[in-house]
């Protein structure tokens, strides 16, 4: 299958400081891209939708002004956490889509663990 | 709006039984419903996935999940499980007007030998 790569894989940060994620599809290209919140123990919550060269739809309850995304190419896409505090310390999973139909998988990246303290 | 139901958080199975994970959802659209594992510390790898046709589908690894429509239902089953099994398996449902998954809590399975 496609292949899509996140990284970095962990990172700690200190309180207050912004920290960039990266989420790529490496041999396909991505015009939707979601992005992904995971408490330990707990199930995905879908935080964003990208579309290529447009802004994010994002779910209720998530701050767009915090976690900020960007899908500048159709192999790229960023989620800056702004300000970070212990608080958005989590795992983050990112997933690519080729095209639209839903006969097209969405394949997942291996996840970025933050830790903020 | 759509919801999925995990209804077992953790299984524990021995090593070459039979195991069976259940998931229920509900939608007022039509769905596509999908099986993903999760290893430790690893992003989700698609088991396998109910788009149309045939309601039972299997992947390549000895898994099967069957989609009943009247009972809103798509357990997964594996009649004889392996140590490398033991990980976390999400339900998830997509609808067909959208393309976003949203995912039940997920089970974690145990294959003790």
């Known amino acids: 299958g496609a292949v899509v790569s996140q990284h970095p894989s962990w990172v700690i940060c200190k309180s207050g400081t912004s920290v960039k994620i990266e989420c790529r599809s490496l041999d396909f290209q991505a015009t939707t891209m979601f992005w992904y919140r995971q408490f330990p123990k707990q199930s995905l919550m879908l935080m964003a939708t990208s579309n290529e060269g447009s802004k994010a739809t994002y779910e209720q309850g998530v701050e767009k002004d915090k976690f900020l995304i960007n899908h500048a190419s159709l192999t790229l896409s960023t989620l800056t956490v702004t300000s970070a505090h212990p608080e958005d310390s989590s795992f983050y999973i990112c997933s690519a889509r080729q095209g639209a139909g839903m006969n097209t998988e969405a394949f997942f990246g291996q996840g970025t663990r933050l830790t903020v303290v | 709006a759509q919801s999925v139901t995990q209804l077992d958080s953790q299984v524990p199975v021995f090593e070459e039984a039979p195991v069976e994970l259940r998931c229920n959802y509900s939608s007022s659209v039509s769905v596509y419903l999908f099986w993903y594992v999760q290893y430790p510390n690893q992003g989700l790898q698609l088991l396998l996935k109910y788009l149309s046709g045939s309601t039972l589908v299997e992947s390549i690894n000895g898994f099967e999940a069957e989609f009943n429509k009247s009972q809103t239902s798509f357990h997964l089953r594996k009649p004889s499980v392996h140590i490398s099994d033991t990980a976390e398996y999400f339900c998830?449902?997509?609808?067909?007007?959208?393309?976003?998954?949203?995912f039940g809590g997920g089970t974690r399975v145990l294959v003790k030998p």
């Open positions: 998830a449902v997509s609808g067909a007007a959208g393309n976003k998954l949203t």
